[in-house]
T-cell receptor
C-alpha cells in the first residue's frame, strides 16, 4: 500500500457542472500526477506537480486544472465537465531523484451525463 | 513526440501456456522502462529496466530490455488464471520525471 487515497471513488455528474477530485498521500513524496484511463489508450498524463504550487501540463490537459497547496494533497478540477471527460482517473506519486517508479491510488470513476 | 507501443493489444491463452508481451518505444531521452500489472483496480509495479540485456526476474515473470532495438519483452511462464490482467509498459524520460505509457495488453488466461 503506497499510502495514497482518492476521493470520491465514484461520481456521477451532469454536463457543465464543476467537479473536483482529490488525491491525498501520506508518504511526503515530491511528485504527484493525475492520469486518465480510457479503453484503448492506456494511461494518459493530465497534469503533474513537482512541489507545492509547482505544476505542469501533461499530454491531455485541456479542460482540466490542478492545485497543490500542501505536499500531501493534489486536486484535479474539471471547470465545466463534458461527456468526453467520462473516464477513470488515477493519481500517482513518485519520490523523485533516481526513482522512476510511480505508485498509484485506487482510482476515481467519473461519469458525466 | 514520445511514443510507446505494445503488442498484442489482446491475448487469450490456456492455463500453463507461456506468453510473451512486447513493448517498443520511440522517445527523445530514454531513462528507464517499467512494467505494471493492472487487474480491476490500480496498476501495480512489476519491473524497472535500465540496462540492455540484463534480465529481471520475479517468480514466473521475467523481462529484458534491448536499448539498441528500442524494445522490451515481458515473459510469463506456466500461466495461471491469476495472471489475467492488463499489462502496461511505460518509459521514463530523462530530465522530465514523468512516464509515457503504452496502450496496454489485455491478457486472459482460460482454465
Amino acid at each position: 500500500d503506497a499510502g495514497i487515497t482518492q476521493s470520491p471513488r465514484h461520481k456521477v455528474t451532469e454536463t457543465g457542472t464543476p467537479v473536483t477530485l482529490r488525491c491525498h498521500q501520506t508518504e511526503n513524496h515530491r511528485y504527484m500526477y493525475w492520469y486518465r484511463q480510457d479503453p484503448g489508450h492506456g494511461l494518459r498524463l493530465i497534469h503533474y506537480s513537482y512541489g507545492v504550487k509547482d505544476t505542469d501540463k501533461g499530454e491531455v490537459s485541456d479542460g482540466y486544472s490542478v492545485s497543490r497547496s500542501k505536499t500531501e494533497d493534489f486536486l484535479l478540477t474539471l471547470e465545466s465537465a463534458t461527456s468526453s471527460q467520462t473516464s477513470v482517473y488515477f493519481c500517482a506519486i513518485n519520490s523523485g531523484g533516481a526513482s522512476d517508479t510511480q505508485y498509484f491510488g485506487p482510482g476515481t470513476r467519473l461519469t458525466v451525463l | 513526440e514520445d511514443k510507446v507501443v505494445q503488442s498484442p493489444l489482446s491475448l487469450v491463452v490456456h492455463e500453463g501456456d507461456t506468453v510473451t508481451l512486447n513493448c517498443s518505444y520511440e522517445v527523445t531521452n530514454f531513462r528507464s522502462l517499467l512494467w505494471y500489472k493492472q487487474e480491476k483496480k490500480a496498476p501495480t509495479f512489476l519491473f524497472m529496466l535500465t540496462s540492455s540485456g540484463i534480465e529481471k526476474k520475479s517468480g514466473r515473470l521475467s523481462s529484458i530490455l534491448d536499448k539498441k532495438e528500442l524494445f522490451s519483452i515481458l515473459n510469463i511462464t506456466a500461466t495461471q488464471t491469476g495472471d489475467s490482467a492488463v499489462y502496461l509498459c511505460a518509459v521514463s524520460i530523462q530530465g522530465a520525471q514523468k512516464l509515457v505509457f503504452g496502450q496496454g495488453t489485455r491478457l486472459t488466461i482460460n482454465p
